[in-house]
């Protein structure tokens, strides 16, 4: 009967510590995927070189689209493709500008100047 008794009292006693007991949570960022609209839009306007910005802007639209209704990957992909285009738009749009500078500074002012000065000379000759 003790060795009963004794059994029965070991029951109600924890032995030890009890288990510490975690709750992990979670907590996923949000992901942010730049869209680009901006630059693409920049790039309609001033730099549409083969009509590439329009193109960026349209890409642009779809990666902002994609991003309203939570796709993300979809969202990324299209993203990355405006980037791309934006990046070809641009350098194409400044080298277009620059070589427009210098064939203006280099071909056209010289022939202005030549011309003006062979009307000048045949306006005093004659």
Known sequence: ??????????WGTPQGPPPVV????NI?????????IVWSLFNTLFF???CLGFVAFAYS???????????????????????SLNIAALVLGILGTIG????LVLVVLPILRYS????????GGS
């Open 116 to 123: 003006t000065m062979q009307a000048r000379q045949n306006l």
């Open 1 to 10: 009967m003790i060795k009963r008794d004794q059994e029965m009292a070991n």
């Open 61 to 83: 639209v779809k990666s902002r689209d994609r991003k309203m209704v939570k796709d993300m990957i979809g969202a990324q992909s299209y993203a990355s493709t405006a980037k």
């Open 28 to 36: 996923q960022p949000e992901t942010t995927v730049p869209d680009h």
């Open 100 to 103: 427009s500078i210098v064939l």
């Open 22 to 25: 975690s709750t992990v949570v």
């Open 48 to 50: 549409n070189y083969c």
